[in-house]
Structures are given as structure tokens and as C-alpha cells.
């Protein structure tokens, strides 16, 4: 059993943070037969990862910190809201110490769809009445219900949403609304509201990979609803470990500490 | 379903539930239909909330911040870790700001086996090679590899320790180490060290209702193993709620706050 491990995935962040170097995660030939491998379409159960290509530049890989490679329609407000930001990371960061990056000081959770930038993997735990992707980043789970149940109007606003979904032949709809306004979208400052509207189209495509359509829409941000493209691949030896932010492991204090794997 | 047809069925199952001899859930007649609720005792699945007897005065209910009403038998080291604890909660409480309980000021995981002593439910998962739980409060999991492995030995001390678990008849067993040593095993203080060992007995004894027996073992902090017992009732129309402790919202600004409305 391999362990994917938070000092791991802190060194993996500096990877991409400071270094082209590029670890291979491209598809030898090889593992051709292993697509072929049968597969039930409907069983998207299995600890997954992201799947881009990396042996690229570092600013080609704009899935390190956003969600498309170019930039989101933005309203007025919405370009007003990425402007004030100062990302840590990505082409236009700041100075650590000047970062507003809400996830940078303290444990705030990174919420959704930001999760998915977060270069940790996921598992996906299938029931009869739920499909849960359960992110090894501090515990953020995506628990989309797919008994039929309509979103609960009556829920405060949530850091993650409310997520019901529902199958289209081999493709799991899952319709997301409900969400606080404390976070941002990705991780170089793009705004959402509480108007945020996320529609995932995910399917798994063949045994091993899984691909996310996400539609993004928030009339207050931007002007038209716009996509973004995850690919993900299986780890079947992967086993999702344990990785909470608590206040002395928030990412300033790992910084603090010259970026020492964190153990805990 | 056609209406004839079900009704059939419905005969049928009375006609077998009255002649089968592993019908074994009989409780008062009132209840007989809810409690013969066919189950599979190797499926644990749905969202569980503890019960407790409601009728009881408040100084009495020690399943708010304890597993048992008796002291667990401590070592000296663990009585000197007990002694110099503050909680703000239970039967010795400290004013809140003189309270260094590890979750009080800040988002410090309630870790295992405390969390089952926060009041919110559990949702129980059965996934390929593992039984998860995942706990309301702050969002744990408590997953449990069912696949035959062994613990893994190359782990770092967790909040949560390294579960695996087996079957023995219709009892689920896991087998909890490898825990570090930054929580209280309740909500007074109790200690526990990096020894810590968890055995965990999951039953359940009807359709709606799942017994837990928790053994706790650690060499440094008590004398001999100690057990507990929880007791958790079917909730199938809850859902589990989102429940994150961030920096603006940990029990300490709650407190300074008064509400508890924002999450």
C-alpha cells in the first residue's frame, strides 16, 4: 500500500511553485491494455488524481492555480474583486506576508470548486443514495445526493454547497448551489458570489481515468457561464491519508518554518 | 410496484418472519413491525446518532464530556496529565479563558476516540476495501480498512490513528494505533499517549439500532484497558450537515459571540 503523505504533497506544492522540473505522470504504452480493462460506467468508486500533463512550463500550467488557461468573462465587480487580490501563487503573486489569500493565514477551508486545485488526490465513495468525493485536503467533502431529493432551500450558506445530482446515460449531473462568499474561486484571486452556480458533468471514460465538465456560473462575477476541463486519473495504490490544516499547520506557518515537510 | 403484488409479498414476508427462526429482534408488540425490519448485520450503513436516556438531571448525563460515569484507572503519569487539565466543560470546569483544553482556542482536531463524545451524528459508508465513518463534527473520518492489510507501519502519529478492521460473526472489529499524542481522549481531559489503542466492536442489533463497544488501552496512561459503550439509533432522514472549525468560529468566538449560528 502506497501513502500519499501531507510532507509529500507539500513538496509536490513546491515543485510547481519553484521548479519546471516536472515529475512524469504521462501514459507509457504500455498502460494501453490497462484502459481496455473493463469497467462499469457507472462506478466512479476509487482514489483518483489530477491528471494534466506536466512536462510543461511552469506557466503553461495554469491548473496549478486556475481553472482555464484564459482568463473568466468578469463583470465589473467580478474584475473589481480580482484586483484587489494578492494571490501567493501564480504569475501575479505577492510577498507571502502580503498575500490576502483568505486559505493563506489561517485554517479557512478552500471550499469549491477551489478544492480541485489543490494538487491532493480524492476518493469517491458510491452509495445508493450518494456519490461523496472525499478530498484528502482537510477533510473537504463534495457529497452530492443522487436519491432524487432536490436542494434543501433551507440551509445557511456552505463553504462546499449543496449538491444534487442525477445520471444521463454514462455521465453523473451534479447541480450545485448555496454557497458563502468567503472564499475564492481558484487560487490566483477570481471572485465568486453567493449567486455561484456550479453544474459538473462527470464521467469516467475508461477504467483508469475520470474527466469533470464544470460549468461556472454567477451573474454578479461574470457575464456568461463559462467551463473548465478536469482530467483525473486512478490510483488504485493510493490510500487518501490524513491531512488537517489546524492553526499550526496553516500554510503560513509551514512557510514560517522554510517549508519543512509538516508531520503530523 | 402493482398493489396485488406487493400485497403478496407483504404476506409472504409475514408468513416467513413468523417461522423463521433467525427472527430474534422481538421487542414490545408496539414495535414488533419497526424492529422486524429485515437487515444485514454486515451492513452498517446510514447516519447514526447517539442515544441516551433523556430522563436523567443534567449532572448525571457524563455522556456529554466522559465515556463512563467511573474514573478510568490512570497511571501516575496519567493522573498528573488529568490534574493539570482545564476543562471548560463537565464536572470541574475552568473559566473559559483559563482553559487549555486543545480544541478551546483554536481548529485542533477532537481526534479518537473523542470525537464520539460531541453530540452530532456519524454517517457510515460502505466503500471496496474499507468501512468509513464520517463523523459531523468537524468533518473526521474514520476510515477502516476491511482488505486484509496489516497497519502501516511507515505512518506519522495521526489525530485519527490507523484503523483496520475485521468481521468476528456479525461484530465488526477495528483495530486503532499509531495515534499521536495532541488530544484528550474525552471532553474533561482524560490523557492518552502516543500508545493509545483502540478496539472498536460495531453491531448492528436491529435495523435501527448499532451498539458500540470501545476498549481503550494505553500503557502510560491507565493501569489496564478501560471500555465504554455507545449506543446509536437510525437516522434515515438526516443528512450530515457541513461543519468546518475555522479561525473565525472555533469555540472560543463562539463564546465571545453568544451564537452559534454562523459556520
Redo the contacts between chains.
Keep these: 500500500m502506497k501513502l500519499y503523505r501531507w510532507g509529500a504533497a507539500i513538496a509536490f506544492v513546491m515543485v510547481f511553485r519553484f521548479s519546471p522540473a516536472a515529475s512524469a505522470q504521462t501514459k507509457p504504452p504500455a498502460e494501453a491494455s490497462k484502459a481496455a480493462t473493463s469497467f462499469d460506467p457507472h462506478d466512479l468508486s476509487g482514489v483518483w488524481f489530477d491528471d494534466h500533463p506536466r512536462p510543461m512550463t511552469v506557466m503553461q500550467r495554469y491548473w496549478a492555480y486556475k481553472f482555464t488557461e484564459g482568463e473568466p468573462p468578469m463583470t465589473a465587480w467580478g474584475q473589481a474583486q480580482f484586483d484587489a487580490a494578492k494571490p501567493s501563487f501564480g504569475p501575479h503573486a505577492f510577498p507571502l506576508a502580503e498575500t490576502n489569500d483568505p486559505v493563506y493565514h489561517t485554517c479557512t477551508p478552500l471550499g469549491f470548486p477551489r478544492i480541485f486545485l489543490y494538487p491532493l488526490p480524492f476518493q469517491i465513495a458510491q452509495t445508493p443514495g450518494e456519490v461523496i468525493l472525499l478530498f484528502e485536503y482537510d477533510s473537504h467533502r463534495h457529497q452530492i445526493y443522487t436519491d432524487g431529493r432536490a436542494h434543501d432551500t433551507s440551509l445557511g450558506p456552505l463553504w462546499m454547497g449543496d449538491s444534487v445530482g442525477h445520471w444521463e446515460g454514462d455521465t453523473l449531473v451534479a447541480d450545485t448551489v448555496n454557497f458563502n462568499d468567503k472564499t475564492w474561486l481558484d487560487r490566483t484571486g477570481h471572485p465568486h458570489s453567493v449567486s455561484l452556480h456550479v453544474v459538473e458533468r462527470i464521467r469516467r471514460v475508461d477504467h483508469d481515468h475520470l474527466v469533470d465538465d464544470l460549468t461556472i456560473e454567477d451573474p454578479k462575477a461574470y457575464t456568461k457561464p463559462w467551463t473548465a476541463h478536469l482530467p483525473f486519473i486512478l490510483k488504485s495504490n493510493w490510500t487518501i491519508a490524513e491531512a488537517f490544516c489546524e492553526d499550526e499547520q496553516s500554510f503560513e506557518a509551514i512557510d514560517d518554518k522554510a517549508a519543512a515537510p509538516a508531520k503530523k | 410496484m402493482r398493489s396485488f403484488l406487493r400485497g403478496i409479498l407483504v404476506v409472504l414476508a409475514v408468513i416467513l418472519s413468523c417461522f423463521s427462526t433467525a427472527f430474534a429482534q422481538t421487542k414490545k408488540p408496539a414495535e414488533a413491525s419497526a424492529a422486524a425490519s429485515s437487515f444485514d448485520p454486515h451492513d452498517l ?1 446510514g447516519i447514526w446518532n447517539q442515544s441516551h436516556p433523556t430522563n436523567l438531571p443534567v449532572v448525571q448525563r457524563y455522556w456529554n464530556y466522559e465515556f463512563n460515569k467511573e474514573e478510568p484507572p490512570m497511571t501516575p503519569w496519567g493522573q498528573a496529565q488529568f490534574d493539570a487539565a482545564k476543562s471548560s466543560f463537565g464536572r470541574h470546569t475552568y473559566p473559559l479563558a483559563e482553559s487549555n483544553d486543545p480544541l478551546y482556542h ?4 477532537p481526534g479518537l476516540p473523542r470525537v464520539y463524545l460531541h453530540p452530532f451524528p456519524m454517517e457510515i ?4 476495501g474499507e468501512i ?1 465513518i ?1 463523523f459531523e463534527y ?4 474514520h ?1 477502516i ?1 476491511v482488505d486484509g ?1 496489516g497497519h ?1 507501519e ?7 490513528g490507523d484503523s483496520i478492521g475485521h468481521w468476528d460473526g456479525d461484530t465488526l472489529v477495528a483495530d486503532t494505533k499509531n495515534f ?1 499524542d495532541k488530544t484528550w481522549v474525552d471532553r474533561v481531559g482524560h490523557p492518552h499517549s502516543d500508545q493509545l489503542h483502540l478496539v472498536e466492536r460495531f453491531k448492528r442489533v436491529d435495523h435501527d439500532h448499532l451498539t458500540v463497544d470501545i476498549t481503550i488501552e494505553d500503557a502510560k496512561a491507565y493501569t489496564k484497558p478501560w471500555a465504554a459503550h455507545l449506543d446509536f439509533v437510525l437516522r434515515p432522514a438526516w ?2 450537515s ?1 461543519q ?5 468560529h472555533s469555540f472560543e468566538d463562539f463564546d465571545k459571540s453568544g451564537t452559534v ?1 454562523a ?1
Design positions: 450503513s483554536s481548529c485542533t482536531p459508508l460502505h466503500v471496496p468509513i464520517l468537524d468533518s473526521l473520518r476510515p480498512f492489510r502501516d511507515a505512518l506519522e502519529p495521526l489525530w485519527m499521536n443528512t450530515l457541513e468546518f472549525c475555522e479561525d473565525e449560528s459556520k
